[in-house]
């Protein structure tokens, strides 16, 4: 199983509500990302887990809360987001440290978020 | 952070004929990862090559990567009308603590026409 599920596939909240995306990988990979991608841009590193441990926030606006409950899931929860935080949300994990720095990233479908 | 530039911003091509990107970056790298992505979905990995290669093959893919210039080529051979999408590449420089630090360059759309 090489796939990353991300649920739901689309989302719109009002700048009031309260909504998770949430993301599982059953390939024991230990570290896991969130990348935030507006269209016709590239993904940008959100978060970074290793070992269910947060280990990059890139400045991130703590309206974004992310959460490893385990190896196999990540959470990101949202609050009292604004417009501009409409985006394409992804997921991905990969296998490092296992096999060392040289090691592919496996993404999911992303959360394609809109923000009312 | 945008590691760096992708060129061309966008390519349109005939089905058969070759498609050639390039991306530039700024820092040293462990490794330079190419990445394709359909429709604005996720985004698959296509081939990965580390900091001491020069070149690497992967079916119709070839990848070329010279680190004195900070700059990575991929060329799609005969190309299909499949593979339209977006190329984007990614330079890994942080293995820290565990993880992978991937940063994505700018992206090559490709539009290949039957």
């Known amino acids: ?116 | 952070s945008q590691q760096g530039e992708e060129d061309p911003q966008a390519l349109s091509i005939q089905e058969g004929e070759n498609a050639t990107m390039n991306c530039s970056y700024k820092t040293s790298i462990n490794n330079l990862q190419w990445y394709r992505q359909n429709s604005g979905r996720g985004l698959v990995h296509l081939i990965l090559i580390r900091s001491n290669e020069r070149e690497k093959h992967s079916g119709r893919l070839r990848v070329t990567l010279d680190t004195s210039k900070k700059s990575s080529s991929l060329l799609i051979t005969a190309s299909r009308a499949a593979d339209t999408a977006s190329y984007f590449c990614a330079t890994d420089a942080g293995f820290s603590g565990g993880y992978n630090k991937l940063i994505f360059g700018a992206g090559t759309r490709l539009a290949v026409h039957p």
């Open chain 1, 1 to 116: 199983d090489t796939e990353v599920t991300q649920t739901p596939k689309h989302l719109v909240m009002g700048m009031t509500n309260k909504k998770s995306l949430k993301c599982e990988q059953h390939m024991g990979h230990r570290a896991m990302y969130w990348y935030k991608q507006k269209a016709k841009k590239p993904p940008e590193l959100m978060f970074v887990y290793s070992y269910e441990k947060l280990s990059i926030n890139e400045s991130v606006p703590s309206r974004f809360s992310p959460e490893c409950p385990n190896s196999s899931l990540l959470n990101l929860h949202l609050h009292a987001l604004q417009p501009e935080d409409s985006a394409l949300y992804l997921c991905a994990s990969s296998q490092a440290p296992f096999r060392g720095p040289n090691t592919e990233a496996f993404f999911g479908q992303g959360t394609r978020l809109t923000v009312v």
